[in-house]
Every structure is written in structure tokens, then in C-alpha cells.
């Protein structure tokens, strides 16, 4: 099994035809997904399986799906989920936005806490959060680890794209594997309502707070359920354990 547990634009576009495979043969669930949209259709080809597809995602067209394909985050397992954007600002720059206090507080929470591994933080939040710098690597990665063993890091690299410097974060959103699967109503309602595509606006304010550009008009809700089918696929696949992870 791969590591990587979130659609792509090649297995996309196998869903869509396996869907339509599935509905020439006659199979129940596949027809009941293309009655949704297509009640009475006679006959069905690739597109409209692909615009059933992008529907069931949440968007409103295939090409709507595949454009925002590549900003999506990704599940590593059950209890990892991970996502990055690039910035077109300093490294220097960036690095202050993960590692002053005054400076996180404009773009995801106010915190407390000295720059250097191990010292203890406390978001301002409810409910509240705190733990200890589990990582403090200057220009590099910052991680917040929690009491109970998960953890949020921030992971910065530069990217050479066409001859011009750009900055790629990534954050790694990590909960325990136990945390996860004792959650009260399961895996899915350990990452939502809207944990995952908090993150997508989390970035989106990062940038705004980086660049002072307008925020974009991004249907959050419209993510939490595509994120909601990306888990339950993931679910259904069967995921494996933390321990079982590549390096």
C-alpha cells in the first residue's frame, strides 16, 4: 500500500472509469450514483462519469475538481494528515511567521513560548492547547508537540522553479494512532468537521498575512466533503499503523 492516501488527477480519473464501467455492467451502486445526477439518462459516457465524480467531491465540474487537485493535503495514515503551499517571500521572512509569537498570532493563534527544543507553549484557544517545543530548528522546522504524543510541525525548504526562489511550507497535522481511533463516532469525526480544510484557510490566511493579498473565495464547506470522501476511501482501504511508516 502506498503512502499517500488522497486523489490525484491520474486516479481520478480512473474512479471516474471504473464508475462507468461499473454502471455499463449493471452494478447497483454504481447506477444509484449516476441516478443522483443523471436520473433518467439512457446513455452515460466518460464525461458525465467524470462530472458524477467531481460532484460526489463537492465540485461544481470535473475541471473544477483537477484544478484544485494539486493544493490538496494529503492523509499519510489515519492519524497524519499533511499539506503544503508555496510562498513566493524570503526564507527569512517565512521562518519569522512560524517562530515569533507576535507573528503566529496574526495568521493562526495567539501563543506563548521561547525560541529552543523543549521549551513549553500554550496557545490561546479553546479549548486551550499546550505542550512543548518538540523541535526548534532555525529556518528549518518548528514542532508543537502535545501532552498526549501528537504534534504540529512546520517544515520550510527552498524550491529553484525556473530560475527564481520560492519557499515551500509543509505542515504535518499528526494525532496518536490510539487518540484517533478511540475518537467518539471513529476516524471521520476525528479530522472534521473541518480539521483538514481548516488548514486550507489557515494557509490562506498565512498568505494574506505574508503578502496582503485578499483571501480567495474558497467554499470551506465544500472541502470539509471532499475531505470527508478522501477519509472515507481511506477508511475502506484500510490504513496502516504508525509504526509501519517509511522513514
Known sequence: MTS???????????????????????????????AALFPNAPRFGLQAAQLVLAREYGFRSWSALTRFVPRLGRFDDIATFRVARE???????????????????????????????????????RPAMSGTLGEYS?????????????????????????GATCIRLT???RMTLESVQRFPGGVAKAWNPGVTAGWHEILDALDHHLTGRQLPNIDYPRLCKFYDRVLAQLIGQGSRRLDQRSP
Not at 519569522?96 to 493562526?108: H, V
Not at 532555525?138 to 522553479?161: H, K, M, N, T
Open 4 to 34: 499517500f492516501h488522497g486523489p490525484n488527477i491520474d486516479n481520478l480519473r480512473k474512479q471516474a472509469k471504473a464508475l462507468l464501467r461499473a454502471w455499463q455492467r449493471g452494478d447497483a451502486e454504481a447506477r444509484d450514483r449516476v
Open 87 to 125: 510562498f513566493d517571500v524570503t526564507p527569512e521572512r517565512l521562518w519569522d511567521t512560524l517562530s515569533k509569537p507576535e507573528e503566529i498570532g496574526a495568521w493562526l493563534l495567539p501563543v506563548s513560548f521561547e525560541p529552543r527544543t523543549g521549551a513549553p507553549y500554550a496557545f490561546r484557544s
Open 138 to 162: 532555525r529556518q528549518r522546522a518548528i514542532r508543537f508537540d502535545s501532552a498526549d504524543g501528537g504534534f504540529w510541525r512546520f517544515a520550510i525548504e527552498p524550491l529553484d522553479v525556473g
Open 171 to 173: 505542515i504535518e497535522d
